[in-house]
């Protein structure tokens, strides 16, 4: 091998360039194939989600669709017990359920005009960049002059 301070040997510089070509097509073949392992792992994890998302949906739904159905029987039941005329225990457990609703809906939706910011960062973003080229467009309106 040639010392530092003597010129390398044509042959031998060929060679190391042909050598770093190798190292860096291995490490562009690599890149590439942890790409695509990437892109795989990433639309199989997005079909997990899917899959989740429909089948947690539907048993939201289920559960959610029996809580009434249970609540008209239990309260029923409670109604037959107090050998009452009226079914003050069915009014009672429906404005429950009615005023918790309303309840949740609206603390959902000022929980959501507080979050909401609909595009309010970018349009202020853009107002600030229409100012600076409004001054930019006025200072080199005025050096021209």
Known sequence: MPEPSQPPIPGERVRAVAADSKSLGNVVEMATLRWQLA???????????????????????????ALPVLTVVLAGQLDARLASD??????????????????AAWWGWRRFRGEFLGLRESLDECREDLIWLRE??????????
């Open 39 to 65: 892109q795989l792992e990433l639309q199989s994890d997005l079909a997990a989600a899917k899959r989740f998302s429909v089948l947690s949906g539907t048993g939201c739904v289920a559960a959610i669709s």
């Open 86 to 103: 009226f079914p003050w225990v069915t009014l009672s457990a429906g404005c429950g359920l009615l005023a918790g609703g309303v309840l």
């Open 136 to 145: 930019f467009v006025e200072g080199q309106d005025s050096s021209s002059r």
